[in-house]
């Protein structure tokens, strides 16, 4: 299972040996370069960027450090080695081995699985790419970077896949991919977070801590997938999204303790002498993380999903932690509570736990999710400042599923029109905050030096200090 690096696109999955797939690729990977040059980090093609590349998919050391001009960073395929007896462990199929071609039956919807996760991956590149310009320091921009060229490798991880197992219609779906665009009103991506922008840094922290967390929830599920290259490809993407994570969780982090620092020292804690003070207030972290964290868990999908339900019972995609859950992984009549509105109020009630398979993938996302929000919370704990940041009522601001309908206030009671009106401007940020915001985003590019309104890391990348060059200028 090495990684050959001797060819034009490296692979461990022997593309020399498919020459027809491997043309095809290689047609293809000019088509994603330009969009990298179009639409990728906008004024970043000359510089030299401290990246890790993948050089193995062993866990013990697959990723080496190196200065890289992201133009040409070795964009790869990379499976995860195959299980000794591979089965499918849930589902009609269970117990029965892996496929490696794709059922006819359950071709229409693994393309479609396959096609909403690889979409995900350049929408989020499109996304990101001005705040390159405005990075608190190259600690932070070479983390950008970082995660942008692991996005394009996960469309990487798509297209191969389209190309390898479905045929015209598969290189037809890839050429899509570089066609769609992030909030192109004419040709959107294809799931609601993706078309929202990701206009400042304290956005990308946000969006890292909880849009890449879906990632890992949906990534999770579908390495669980009776279609064996599908799951090991999803395995190898996930062990690159932990740092995706991090940078989220550390930068909002840092953001907290920054804030902190400057709300002791001064003994100022209104919002707007903070701000005057060039640090972000606490009130408009919570906004923010109100608005990434709703819009994000909107992307597990309707509550009850009829989708969901075959997905799961045609053994294309798990839940998070399948094999290690003790029921039959069938759940032909099992149950699942779920919330809707009744009477005016939100209530618990029982479904089908095989139609609820979203909401059980959205509840265990929740509980990862809350459990990072606690750390940030004894950052603020150890200040001193009385202030506790907390994750929204799922039903806060929601457009997909049951929710969609209703109007819910961050503590979980539906409110009138009158009321949300009156209450948005606390709930969610608002223009002004996103100005004020973006009024703190200046570019800082000498090495160790970090904006006013973050603290530096604790320590580097790869054991570098914080103080490290991590980009070359050009
Ligand atoms: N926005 O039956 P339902 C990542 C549509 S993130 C717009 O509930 P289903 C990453 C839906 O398509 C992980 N539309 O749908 C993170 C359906 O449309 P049709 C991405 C939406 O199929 C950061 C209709 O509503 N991976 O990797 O059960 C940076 C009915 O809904 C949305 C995946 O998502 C939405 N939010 O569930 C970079 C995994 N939600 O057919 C990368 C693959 C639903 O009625 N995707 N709709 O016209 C799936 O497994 C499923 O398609 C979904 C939706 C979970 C997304
Ligand atoms: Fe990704
Ligand atoms: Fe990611």
Redesign the pocket.
């Known amino acids: 299972m090495s990684i050959d690096y001797n060819q034009t696109i490296p692979n461990n999955v022997d593309l020399a040996t498919d020459r027809s797939l491997q043309r095809a690729l290689e047609q293809w990977q000019p088509g994603f370069i330009d969009w990298w040059r179009e639409l990728g980090p906008v004024g970043s093609q000359g510089h030299e960027v401290y990246l890790r590349t993948a050089v193995s998919v062993d866990p013990g050391g697959w990723a080496h450090f190196d200065y890289v001009k992201m133009p040409e960073y070795r964009w790869g395929i990379f499976l995860n080695p195959p299980a000794a007896d591979p089965k499918i462990h849930f589902g009609e199929h269970k117990g029965q081995p892996v496929w490696n071609e794709v059922p006819g039956e359950h071709r229409a919807n693994l393309r479609?699985?396959?096609v909403?996760?690889g979409d995900?991956?350049p929408?989020?590149v499109e996304q990101q790419r001005h705040l390159g310009l405005t990075a608190p320091s190259q600690y932070d921009l070479r983390n950008l970077y970082q995660v942008n060229v692991e996005?394009g490798r996960?469309l990487w991880a798509m297209v191969y896949l389209l190309h390898r197992h479905f045929g015209r219609d598969g290189r037809e779906e890839a050429d899509a991919m570089l066609h769609r665009h992030a909030g192109d009103p004419n040709n959107p991506r294809?799931?609601?977070?993706?078309n929202e922008k990701t206009p400042d840094w304290l956005s990308l922290y946000m969006?890292?801590y909880f849009?890449?967390r879906?990632?890992k929830?949906?990534?999770s599920?579908?390495a669980e997938s009776g279609f064996d290259p599908l799951a090991r490809t999803t395995k190898f993407m996930l062990t690159e999204e932990a740092h995706?994570m991090f940078v989220g969780e550390s930068g909002v982090s840092r953001t907290i303790q920054r804030t902190c620092e400057v709300m002791k020292a001064s003994g100022v804690d209104a919002a707007d002498k903070l701000r005057a003070l060039g640090v972000i207030d606490l009130e408009t972290i919570q906004r923010y993380l109100n608005f990434h964290y709703s819009v994000t868990i909107?992307?597990?999908?309707?509550d009850q999903?009829?989708?969901?339900a075959t997905?799961y019972s045609a053994g294309l995609?798990g839940r998070y932690g399948e094999t290690k859950l003790d029921d039959d992984h069938v759940l032909k009549d099992a149950t699942y509570p779920i919330l809707e509105v009744a009477n005016g109020r939100i209530a618990e009630k029982q479904v089908s736990a095989l139609s609820s398979i979203?909401e059980r993938?959205r509840d265990d996302y929740i509980r990862d999710s809350v459990a990072g929000v606690e750390r940030w919370n004894r950052v603020i704990e150890k200040s001193g400042i009385p202030f506790r940041l907390q994750v929204p009522h799922k039903a806060f601001n929601r457009?997909?599923?049951s929710f969609a309908a209703a109007r819910v206030s961050p503590d979980g009671r539906i409110v009138s029109e009158a009321e949300w009106n009156a209450g948005v401007g606390n709930w969610l940020p608002s223009d002004e905050d996103r100005a004020f915001v973006a009024s703190l985003m200046g570019r800082v590019v000498e090495p160790g030096k970090f904006a006013n309104w973050i603290a530096p890391p604790a320590v580097g990348i790869n054991r570098q200090p914080a103080s490290f060059e991590y980009v070359r200028f050009g």
């Open positions: 479609r699985i396959i909403a996760q995900t991956e929408a989020s996005e996960h294809i799931l609601g977070a993706f969006f890292t849009t890449d879906d990632g929830f949906q990534l599920a579908l995706h909107d992307l597990f999908g309707a999903s009829s989708n969901a997905f995609k979203n993938l457009k997909i599923g």
